[in-house]
Nanobody
Framework: QVQPEESGGGSVQVGGSLRLFCTAS????????MGWFRQAPGKEREFVAG??????SIGYADSVKGRFTISRDDNTGYLQMNSLKPEDTGVYYC??????????????WGQGTQVTVSS
């Protein structure tokens, strides 16, 4: 399994923007689908966005459509987050593996990166 590392989180005000990054060592990064998930305090981890390994298939949770953009290159995954809302607050995780609906298979999670949106 490929161990991802997330970065780019921070604290912003409502309406602000952040760009998250997902990296993994080695040549294997490009061979995996990628998904972004988030977990707010007291809530279950939820799917945010997914992208296939060739970047020819992309999907978003309804809650972020029109505001978030997922993308990737050969060695880095991205999540551009615009028009942020307080409900976007949480720890954001990147996952590498087969992307199926709102799941990405595998057990390798990074430590996540905290996103806080204040009103």
């Amino acid at each position: 399994q490929v161990q991802p590392e997330e970065s780019g989180g921070g604290s912003v005000q409502v309406g602000g923007s952040l760009r998250l990054f997902c990296t993994a060592s080695g040549r294997a990064f490009s061979n995996y689908d990628m998904g972004w998930f988030r977990q707010a305090p007291g809530k279950e981890r939820e799917f945010v966005a997914g992208i296939s390994w060739k970047a020819d298939s992309i999907g978003y949770a309804d809650s972020v459509k029109g505001r978030f953009t997922i993308s990737r290159d050969d060695n880095t995954g991205y999540l551009q987050m615009n028009s942020l809302k307080p409900e976007d607050t949480g720890v954001y995780y990147c996952k590498l593996g087969p992307w199926l609906g709102e799941r990405v298979l595998g057990d390798a999670w990074g430590q996540g990166t905290q996103v806080t949106v204040s009103s």
